[in-house]
């Protein structure tokens, strides 16, 4: 089916939001069991890690870890944010940088300022944009940042998103309480769905929405980690302890040629393959064999890919084996755990 559509149904009694663009399944959101990033808790210092500067912490989630820390003292509380998820067995990452983001607006306490995305060139835009955050935040100590989103929006629902914002940045900031508590509950798909995926889509907010869009069979031939890339390449995504291996392959044409064409739409299509997936961390692509001379290329090309990709990912380069290495940050859980 062309054109964009945003799905929101259920799998496995879990809720869960597709975005389909032209047949092909761009993203999935799939509520899980762990905390949520965005969730925000007063927590209490617990104890200090020496050498690393982090300090961990009680939540009413468990342990949480904060890096980076000054002058905190055990049993201090504080507030902070979840930032991602963590690996199995290990604390939450979480971070005292507080942000209250919806679709149209962020709140930051700690960076006053009024500002507006960068993407939003057109200066009597820019000048609307700011007289609607001037009128609405009024003398709030906080800061602001108008996201994309609200290029050629409707003046009222903007407004709308800031005040939501403020006044859930004050409901937590202004919270007395002594004991450890979760204050602000991170997004579910539904919602994350309506405030991330900002371009105009068709959506289908019907039960079965799913099977009848083609989500469910787009997810049994992701599932796996194979992934085609056309001309009868592939590419296989397998998760281990250390690191997310990507294999890929030319199939039955071995020549040089077809290696860079593999790697190329390897290149193009990884972003999404691990969005879906939802995998972070290490990445290691060990990329179909290609003259050294075309490496800079398929440099070029994953910096593309991911410079649209909403997800932090470092590119940190090739190793002495003709592995390329990537950091991407864990902002999703994994599908395979989520759904077994």
Known sequence: MKGT???????DGREAAALMVDGLLEDILVAGDAPTPGTIYRARADRAIKGQGGM??????????????KGLAPGQLMLVQVTGYAEPGKAVPVTQKLLFKSRYAIVTP?????????????????DRLMEIAHEEMGDA????????????????????DITAMVTAARQVLDDIGTEVETLHEGEAPHLLAWREWAD???????????????????LDSIRNGRVALGAGSYLYIEPT??????DVNTGSDTSLAAGVKANMACAR???????????????VIDAAPMPKKDRRPFESALRAAFKSDPEETI???WTTLGHFELQRKRSRLPLAEILT
């Open 110 to 126: 700690d960076a006053p300022g009024l500002n507006i995305s960068r993407s939003i060139r057109d200066e009597d835009e820019r």
């Open 200 to 218: 105009p889509a068709q959506i289908d907010q019907t039960a079965g929405s799913f099977e009848r869009g083609g989500v469910l069979e787009a």
């Open 56 to 69: 961990f912490l009680t939540t009413p989630d468990g342990p949480a870890f904060l890096r980076q820390v």
């Open 141 to 160: 100590s906080y800061g602001l940042i108008l996201r994309s989103a609200c290029a050629g929006a409707d003046p009222e629902a903007i407004a709308d």
């Open 5 to 11: 559509q945003i799905l929101l149904d259920h799998i």
């Open 269 to 283: 299509a990884l972003p999404r393959a691990l969005r879906c997936l939802g995998l972070g961390g290490q990445i």
């Open 241 to 246: 302890r250390a690191l997310i291996a990507v």
């Open 315 to 317: 590119l940190v380069g």
